[in-house]
């Protein structure tokens, strides 16, 4: 069996990180952590075959409690942050390289569990403990307007994610259900409600193409989610008119806690999950038809 091998730890935070983003290039990871500080990480030039990794930039002195989520921009200019203190910081790349709070978004009444930029960069979406989730528009760098206050999901919103190419957006969390988001009219709507998780859905991701998406959840459970019909039709009423998504593969058995993250990698198509009981597991797509998965790699 493949095995994944560590090649470097970085050290410098005082808390427990909650999250990690890379830049659109891969040359940048940011980290963020419950210490209130962001860390903007470089590898070192000089050893490319087993890099050391340097923090070039510390975010800090905007955030009052835990950094939970952090995400560059499409462009990678720009880095959203949503903390516990339950404002969004919008950081700008100045001309020295060096990030600066350039505008705070306000407006949950909780805990910001997630943010998530759209593909175009032009739009922002966050998600709280208050049960709802906000989507933004960014008309410069340092205004932004507030488009929508999603509030149907029952209970705590765990995360949000962007549809990689268009401006569909998905967002699950406490209430066990992951719900999908469509605007027209300048209004935005939830167009599906996606049921099957037995407990909390911590973390969802699209594939490459955005007609599927995977969600992780507390039942130690992965599913596999397909959108029905063609690709280029994607009008609200067919929405509507019956649920454009269906579970089409259950990942059960390998982790035996809580499954908290999963990425769907865009380059080479695979899964990544993340759980409590301290594993991460690496999956193989095997047939595309119905997209049968197996895991490749286990490391603890």
């Not at 200019?77 to 700008?92: H, K, L, M």
């Not at 049960?131 to 507030?146: G, L, N, R, T």
């Not at 406490?174 to 709507?189: G, H, L, N, R």
Request: with cysteine; net charge negative.
């Amino acid at each position: 069996m493949p095995r994944l091998e560590l090649i470097a730890e970085l050290e410098g935070h005082e808390d427990r990180v909650w999250q990690v983003s890379w830049d659109p290039s891969g040359t940048q990871l940011a980290s963020c952590s419950g210490d209130k500080t962001v860390r903007v990480w470089v590898p070192d030039e000089f050893n490319p075959g087993k890099p050391s990794w340097n923090c070039v930039s510390l975010l800090e002195g905007f955030h009052q409690r835990t950094i939970r989520s952090v995400q560059y921009s499409p462009s990678g200019e720009v880095i959203a942050t949503g903390s516990f203190d339950g404002t969004t910081g919008i950081w700008d790349r100045s001309e020295n390289g060096e990030f600066d709070c350039a505008a705070t978004l306000e407006g949950h009444e909780n805990e910001v569990k997630s943010v998530s930029w759209s593909a175009t960069g032009s739009l922002i979406a966050t998600c709280s403990r208050d049960k709802s989730v906000w989507i933004w528009e960014a008309a410069s760098h340092d205004d932004f307007e507030c488009l929508a206050v999603l509030q149907e999901h029952s209970q705590d919103v765990k995360t949000v994610k962007w549809h990689p190419s268009e401006e569909i957006l998905a967002s699950a969390g406490y209430d066990d259900v992951i719900k999908i988001w469509a605007e027209q009219d300048d209004d935005w709507y939830c167009t599906a409600t996606l049921e099957g998780h037995e407990s909390t859905v911590w973390a969802i991701d699209f594939d490459a193409t955005g007609n599927r998406l995977v969600s992780a959840s507390d039942d130690k459970t992965l599913k596999i989610w397909k959108r029905e019909g063609s690709s280029n039709d994607h009008s609200l009423n067919t929405y509507q008119s019956t649920c454009p998504w269906r579970c089409i593969t259950t990942l059960k058995g390998c982790h035996k806690r809580a499954i908290y993250s999963v990425s769907w990698s865009k380059h080479h198509g695979h899964l990544i999950s993340g759980g409590d009981d301290n594993a991460i597991h690496v999956f193989e797509e095997v047939t595309s038809d119905i997209s049968n998965f197996y895991k490749t790699t286990e490391e603890s």
